[in-house]
């Protein structure tokens, strides 16, 4: 037994198990297939393994099929129509298999527009049902009502929903239009020429110039800057604002940057087909007899922007849908509130009770005729048909009369409030950010009311928590904090006021800075680490410097170099410019050139960058600076200020900012000689070079010494914490998705509150432990049940509130996915399996996967918080669909840029945030605005109104409609089953759609409970919405049993009061006419009374709706029972003179008045009991309502999340993302040759090996 049991767990092992993933490491690419995981073969193969390998050597097995398929031909529109670039699209025709540039999101044209809107309206059960009934009243022996009765609501829905569908896909039309219709440059007949996005063709050669939207994925050809290098913002598919760089093929620089040289370039580029891969392509260019191999760094994504470029040139490889941003969208997913599939559950259980109820009212009939018709003789109407044909006919008449239990107003209604809805989010200023001129938009109009039942939201964070702006906030120096607002002598001052720094001609104004002592000590030049501290900040960096407009422009690799240089810039530290070899400043005021004699860069092992310069002296200094955790073990035994700093790094932490320490090392000629020589090995090395380099690198970062901190803020949007408190207040647990590293994410959770200090971190491997400690329990106790062992529960993580944080490596470690499974093979004894082992094998394998998604699911929700970093655009889609798969939760995603598409198409909800980081979320968002700080009005006032509004209308609907059709089930125990109607059939036709129509519509799109500022500032309103509790099952049965009992007070009040009655004239008014003006009036005026005790928000616009309809039922009746419209229809118009004849009578009128307190009086007194005995959280809020308003203009402090005494620093460091940049400076390659300044190249000459090798 534990032999099978260790077996069984070694094969579930893999090779991953044994090795931790890397937190900084983006996973995977999200198309990349087994085999390109795959890592190689262990170096000792099992013999078995060898032995089957070589007999299946043996055989002959297919070719495998190149993955590089995808070919390109440049400037040759014919080469695109060979044959077998065709494929089927519908029978015999063909297609091309390349995508034009063009972008279709709309449905319909004006040819399509009427058939497939009415197909697809059809399609829904109801429509397709009343359009049976509209055929089945049409027949003369079984109809019972007028055909018009069911047409003209029939066309009132299909017309107000087709005119909503077409406002719709105009829209579309238009956004697609602007879209194609955008200008670019296109190479045709050897010139450049004006052309549009929709007319560019895969083999397309364009220009495109500074600031142009990139309109396809291209191949970078060339550009006007050094070595062809282009930078490009991706803020449309990252959120983030740094440039990143490209750079062409150095064959394409050369040969192809006149027009003359891209109309001969006829290369064939061959690569993969098109994926959602954003970080990787495989391909190779052929040209003339040579072949070159094309990656990511050389390719410009659709969706980027060209920056800092003047002219650049590109061969489209990917247009239109087939780009990778196109193909990162996702699929759009059909989404339905769980309101709406509630009520087709129980539409579909209304037609089985209608066709159950038809079915015994027919039966009823059929033995009527049986026993009564011989009886009766006087009602024979000609026809001899058998009693139980009769009772088939009744069937159907049946169906017709009761179909107002499923009435098609409903539906129509339904959509009118949600548009309504719609637009009071739009309309809502206090959601309108004015910088930018942008409104909240609902861009659907089916999910309100999923608004106010959300359990769950994912967020981006580049853009959509934060601004994507670094501050400089403070910094230490030599142990002294400076930041505080404190006057120029040292003291701390109440008034904040921004430092004068007129006196630097430098300045740009980007830095607001409250220490006026930091500045005098500055100025004075006195303290010579205050002056080594900000000469630091602007030398040491990979920034880049131009002039633009005869202003100082800087454009760095990250957001964080940009502030510190910037800070050092408004201080006096200006840096000015800088050559392949050397760097120049000024200090203030001075003008001095230091030279470049290296540069170590950045890369996310390191976290720190470091330069060695020769100053304008002659002295050689190292400046470093980097994660506090890295300088600190590279520190000289005898730096000062450790401990004070360390001290320092605490306080910035508490604060949430992202610190980085600042170090420097005086070196010796002879030092740096020796070390120089090891370097330049290094870098020619052909062995692992990035290892070798790293190596050197340690050598020559050693015994620094500290010369303090930096402190930047990571500007999160106005709002953000408070947002974020109050929605957790309102159950709702919030999960940021991000591709950032874990340290800036992890301090951005504190930033926000997110995270608390109160709460125990869980990282990757912990919750893997967890995992595999759970799943180890359930292998050895399978078939005994967690009562009977409660060891199989215990847990490994802390107690308390507990907050999880995973990399997207982890995440595919603890998920299983594919790159594991390829590996667990690699494991395993290679031998010929049948197709049942394969198959059984694999149904494990899913069982396995689907448990530990399931287990990772159930740890993560028991957390407060969870922050899943450096994740993909499918790992964020992926974690929100585990979520909604097992957990059946509500979920909203929001985000802003192109990676954050799949994520908000998955969710039930997409957000997107309207902001600098281009429109492809907000396109594919179902809501859109600004702020972040928006989702709390957005879920806590609209959502939860437009959920009770829904559920209110919903339940009050169902209620009328029952009470309406259900006097006809008691009527036909009195007419023989015969399928009479009670009322006359315009009474029918007008209800819902005239008598009881407005006032319900009306509660349904204004009614509150409380008001907005209530709603926000009592979060806990939130939580009937997410337990469904206003609106489910046992809600609909007591609205049927509420319009059961109506109804059968409607029929039988009358009727008894009709059976002996004498009027005043001293005829009976018992006729058949009478008794459906007094049910009708009694019906119509408790409906619309019913509807006033459910309004909680009373308006002139609400009492005049229920008067006025009660008002309008009487002014419409008596004008249809007139004798003049009598005489223009008499077969449309029988009831002549019914109304006059009947309301005449007091006692009708008592007995109207009756049924209508007979009607409302118990609910009345009902409602008073559960007020009084057990109030909703709403109610008690209204009881107390100037209480509360009180609370709100006279708010509380906020308490401080932070625990003193604490002391939890977070190491948080920032830099590019993408290393390299150094590379580019010292090898000249992203430097315009202009007049080389006087000390260029010494270094190189200075200490050259004597053998010449460079």
Known sequence: MDNHRNTQRDSELSIDEYSTPNDDDVPYSDDETDDELESPLPHTEPDQNRINREAEDGQETPKKKSDLTWEVKANDKHFYEDPRFQKKKFFCIKSSKYADNSIKTSKYNVITFLPRNLIEQFQRAANFYFLVLLILQCIPQITTLSWYTTLVPLLLVLGITAIKDLADDITRHTSDNEINNRKCEILQDGRFKQSKWKHINVGDVIRLKKDDDIPADLLLLSSTEPNSLCYVETAALDGETNLKFKMSLDVTHKNLQHEEGLERFDALLVCEEPNNRLDKLTGTMYWGSASYAVDMDKVLLRGCTVRNTDVCHGLVIYAGTDTKIMRNGGKTRFKRTKIDVLMNYLVYMIFVVLILVSSGLAIGNAFWEQQMRNISWYLYDGQDWSPNYRGFLTFWGYIIILNTMVPISLYVSVEVIRLGQSYFINWDMLMYYDKNDTAANARTTTLNEQLGQIQYIFSDKTGTLTQNIMVFKKCAINGQIYGEARNSSGKEVDKIEAADLSWNQYADNKLAFHDHYLINCVKSEKDPDIKEFFKLLALCHTVMAEQKDGELVYQAASPDEEALVTAARNLGYVFLKRTQNSITISEMGAIRTYETLAMLDFNSDRKRMSVILRDPDGNLKLYCKGADTIIYARLHEASKSKDVTQKSLDVFAAETLRTLCLCYKDLGEQQFSKWFQKYQDASVSTVDRDAALSTVYEEIETDLLLLGATAIEDKLQDGVPETISKLAEANIKIWVLTGDKKETAENIGFSCQLLTEDMSLCYGEDINQELQVKQENRRNHIGVSAQANPNMNQSTLPEGKRALIITGTWLNEILYEKKKKKKKKLLKIRRHKTKEELDEEKRKEEALKEQRQKDFVDLACECSAVVCCRVTPKQKAMVVSLVKKYKKAVTLSIGDGANDVNMIKTADIGVGISGQEGMQAVMS??????????????????????????????????????????????????????????????????????????????????????????????????????????????????????????????????????????????????????????????????????????????????????????????????????????????????????????????????????????????????????????????????????????????????????????????????????????????????????????????????????????
């Open 925 to 1254: 968002s179902d809501y859109s605005f600004a702020q972040f700080r928006f989702l709390q009005r957005l879920l806590l006032v609209h959502g939860r109104w437009s959920y009770i509004r829904m559920c209110k209308f919903l339940q009050y609907f169902f209620y009328k409609n029952f009470s309406f059709t259900l006097v006809h089930f008691w009527y036909s125990f009195f007419n023989g089953f015969s399928a009479q109607t009670v009322y006359e059939s315009w009474f029918i036709t007008l209800y819902n759609v005239l008598y009881t129509s407005l006032p319900v519509l009306l509660v349904g799109l204004l009614d509150q409970d409380v008001s907005d500022k209530l709603s926000l500032h009592v979060p806990k309103l939130y939580l009937p919405g997410q337990k469904d509790k206003l609106f489910n099952y046992v809600r609909f049965f007591e609205s049927l049993i509420h319009g059961i009992l109506t109804s059968l007070v409607i029929f039988f009040v009358p009727y008894g009061a009709f059976l002996q009655t004498m009027g005043q004239d001293g005829e009976a008014p018992s006729d058949y006419q009478s008794f459906a003006v007094t049910a009708a009036s009694a019906l119509v005026i408790t409906a619309n009374f019913q509807i006033a005790l459910d309004t909680s928000y009373w308006t002139f616009v609400n009492a005049f709706s229920v008067l006025g309809s009660i008002a309008l039922y009487f002014g419409v009746m008596f004008d249809i029972h007139s004798a003049g419209i009598h005489v223009i229809f008499p077969s449309q118009f029988y009831f002549t003179g019914a109304a006059p004849n009947a309301l005449r009578q007091p006692y009708l009128w008592l007995t109207i008045i009756l049924t209508v307190g007979m009607c409302l009086l118990p609910v009345i007194a009902v409602r008073f009991f559960l007020k009084t005995v057990a109030p909703t959280e709403s109610e008690k809020i209204q009881k107390n309502r100037k209480q509360y308003e009180k609370e709100i203009k006279t708010p509380k402090p906020r308490p401080s999340v932070l625990r003193r005494g604490v002391s939890q620093r977070r190491s948080t460091y920032a830099f590019s993302h993408q290393p390299g940049y150094a590379d580019l400076i010292t090898t000249g390659r992203s430097i315009r040759r202009k007049t080389a300044p006087r000390r260029v190249g010494i270094a190189a000459a200075e200490f050259a090996p004597s053998d010449g090798r460079q």
